[in-house]
């Protein structure tokens, strides 16, 4: 099987959506900008017409509003954002509409539907367009937040989403990933339930659970390291991080005693928090020195280029984090020498 890049899954997925299911529909900002946001909505409206694909104006509670009335009326929206920031707009829509039809009508109602927003770094966005919000909607009983690393999680969540799950489903996905080619690993324990935690590599030493695009600076630093000891390293992609399963992250925490949490966004009241309660309270006896958690710098994302660089953890942080809970010293890769390896992104968005 050859390679895909992620932005070519999520066009297939999108695809497959509507030619499978002759109700769903592609809703947002851009879906036919002749860049056809990063690619992500290439050929819909082309074979599906502006009937199913539907450009929307800049109205993020508006469109999310109309998006869940078609979920109500039958109807399977896939609603696209640019960015996560501003569905902040769409809060209201979201948290007390979405999240809470099913349970207040008893099941009467259901909303299926999927939306799609970016989040990353890159070219200097600033603060109010490089926001990692995931931990705000994961707190929403009703939501399912998810977070494909891969081009194949991406593809499997998507058409699960469309096809068998009936709650909407809120998907983040990362801008410096849009670019990356994957192989196809074929894990059938994962199509079965794509939603879940996977162990993404296996390892001994150490526990790194990771989110999103931290997954691929986890291995990065992992390889690293092997190249300077006889470590290894056991990598999970939390991949949804509402309603966490914690019976992974402790099966593998028996094994290693030693835990890494990696996550995109700001690590206070986030997702590294919640793998750190659920630990707390299940599984404190087995870690054999106190967690390392990475995220965000508690600040604003600066705009500055090399201000950037600092404010986002990177395979130099997870590297030092490794080396901290094992004792084992070795060089820590530069922050230029982990960008070198990053495939930037220039926009247009």
């Given amino acids: 099987m050859k390679k895909q890049s992620y932005?070519?899954?999520?066009?297939?997925?999108?695809?497959?959506?509507?030619?499978?299911?002759?109700?769903?529909?592609?809703?947002?900002?851009?879906?036919?900008?002749?860049?056809?946001?990063?690619?992500?909505?290439v050929g819909l409206i082309e074979k599906f017409g502006k009937e199913r694909v539907i450009d929307m104006p800049i109205m993020e509670e508006g469109m999310t509003g109309i998006a869940i009335g078609?979920?109500?009326?039958?109807?399977?929206?896939?609603q696209?954002?640019?960015?996560?920031?501003?569905?902040?707009?769409?809060?209201?829509?979201?948290?007390?509409?979405?999240?809470?039809?099913?349970?207040?009508?008893?099941?009467?109602?259901?909303?299926?539907?999927?939306?799609?927003?970016?989040?990353?770094?890159?070219?200097?966005?600033?603060?109010?367009?490089?926001?990692?919000?995931?931990?705000?909607?994961?707190?929403?009983?009703?939501?399912?937040v998810i977070m494909p690393s891969t081009a194949e999680d991406a593809y499997?969540?998507?058409?699960?989403?469309?096809?068998?799950?009936?709650?909407?489903?809120?998907?983040?996905?990362?801008?410096?990933?849009?670019d990356l080619s994957f192989?196809?690993?074929?894990?059938?324990?994962?199509?079965?339930?794509?939603?879940l935690a996977r162990i993404v590599q296996e390892g001994n030493d150490v526990t790194i659970i990771a989110t999103s695009y931290?997954?691929?600076?986890?291995?990065?630093?992992?390889?690293?390291?092997?190249?300077?000891?006889?470590?290894?390293?056991?990598?999970?992609?939390l991949h949804r991080v509402s309603q966490i399963d914690h019976n992974v992250i402790v099966n593998s925490l028996k094994k290693t005693g030693r835990l890494i949490i990696a996550d995109t966004s700001w690590k206070e009241y986030g997702v590294v928090a919640e793998v750190s309660r659920g630990i707390l309270e299940n599984a404190p006896h087995f870690l054999k020195k106190p967690a390392i958690s990475l995220g965000m710098q508690p600040t604003p994302c600066p705009t500055s280029h090399n201000l950037e660089d600092e404010f986002y953890p990177d395979m130099s942080d997870i590297v030092l984090a490794i080396s901290q809970l094992t004792g084992i010293v070795v060089e820590v890769p530069s922050k230029d020498f982990a960008k070198s390896l990053r495939k930037e992104f220039r926009g247009p968005f």
């Fill in 7 to 41: 932005k070519e899954s999520i066009a297939l997925a999108m695809h497959d959506s509507l030619d499978g299911n002759e109700n769903a529909l592609c809703v947002g900002q851009g879906v036919s900008d002749p860049t056809r946001i990063f690619g992500r909505t």
């Fill in 70 to 78: 078609m979920a109500l009326n039958g109807l399977y929206p896939v």
């Fill in 80 to 144: 696209t954002h640019i960015r996560v920031d501003f569905l902040m707009l769409a809060m209201n829509q979201l948290v007390n509409l979405a999240a809470k039809y099913r349970y207040m009508y008893g099941g009467t109602f259901e909303v299926p539907m999927l939306i799609r927003a970016v989040v990353g770094r890159s070219w200097g966005q600033g603060p109010q367009h490089s926001q990692s919000l995931q931990s705000l909607f994961a707190h929403i009983p009703g939501l399912t």
């Fill in 156 to 178: 499997n969540s998507y058409l699960y989403a469309a096809t068998c799950f009936k709650n909407p489903v809120l998907s983040i996905e990362h801008r410096l990933l849009y």
């Fill in 183 to 195: 192989q196809p690993q074929n894990d059938s324990k994962r199509s079965q339930s794509p939603f």
């Fill in 214 to 237: 931290m997954v691929q600076e986890a291995q990065r630093a992992s390889v690293w390291f092997q190249k300077h000891s006889h470590l290894t390293c056991e990598i999970i992609d």
